[in-house]
């Protein structure tokens, strides 16, 4: 079965500007968590969706947003990117929404750089 | 707002030791524990999963304790090997759904 693909793996923008990343699930993987990871604030939640509804968000700012469709892969959306956003995005996915008993699985992530 | 707390940030050990990782967070109403390994500039690999009503779980070399009640885990890795050199990362999951994160121990093993 193949894994949690991320596309693109790295990205170079310019403050301003805005970005998509997207996420592939584990195929028959209905729910797709977003993670920012920067070397400061480490690992922290942006958003699930599960079944193309939007589940939980973090304490991010309106420029994070995201969204699922009928297959299950995710987009995440970045506004008026700003110096402070350049991290390693991770998404991760699993069967049930996030709160059952099982484990997520990872991508290896989208390394977004901001100029 | 749940805390998680890895010490120490960064630990050296030669191969062969037993390496002993700690996790502490401050709100004891979990679902579950997850640790987790990170390389560098990969994504995240799970190691092993505690449901809160579970006290430990066993993979291969790598064994991880929960304790609700104080608030902490332990991952003990068995006769270290430099493959084993990465990040180690725990996480928490809490009625919200969320996983909240510590910011991990970057483990190097020394031939």
């Known amino acids: 079965k193949a894994g949690v693909t991320q596309t693109p793996r790295y990205l170079i923008k310019t403050r301003g500007q805005q970005v998509t990343l997207s996420c592939s699930p584990i195929?028959?993987?209905?729910?797709v968590s977003w993670y920012q990871q920067t070397p400061g604030q480490g690992l922290q939640f942006l958003f699930e969706?599960?079944?193309?509804?939007?589940?939980n968000k973090g304490n991010f700012p309106g420029r994070f947003s995201g969204r699922q469709f009928s297959n299950s892969r995710s987009e995440m959306n970045v506004s008026t990117l700003e110096l402070g956003d350049s991290a390693l995005y991770l998404c991760a996915s699993s069967s049930t929404i996030a709160g059952g008993q099982e484990t997520q699985y990872f991508g290896p992530g989208t390394r977004l750089l901001v100029l | 707002k749940q805390e998680v707390t890895q010490i120490p940030a960064a630990l050296s050990v030669p191969e062969g030791e037993n390496l002993v990782l700690n996790c502490s967070f401050t709100d004891s109403a979990i679902y579950n524990l997850q640790w987790f390994r990170q390389d560098p500039g990969k994504g995240l690999t799970s190691l092993l999963l505690i449901q809160s009503s579970q006290r430990e779980q066993t993979s291969g070399r790598l064994n991880a304790s929960l304790d609700k009640s104080s608030g902490r885990s332990t991952l003990y890795i068995a006769a270290s090997q430099p493959g084993d050199s990465a990040t180690y990362l725990c996480a928490v999951r809490r009625g919200n759904n969320r996983l909240a994160f510590g910011k991990g121990n970057q483990v190097v093993v020394i031939p």
């Open positions: 969706y599960f079944s193309e509804t939007q589940r």
């Open positions: 195929s028959g993987h209905r729910s």
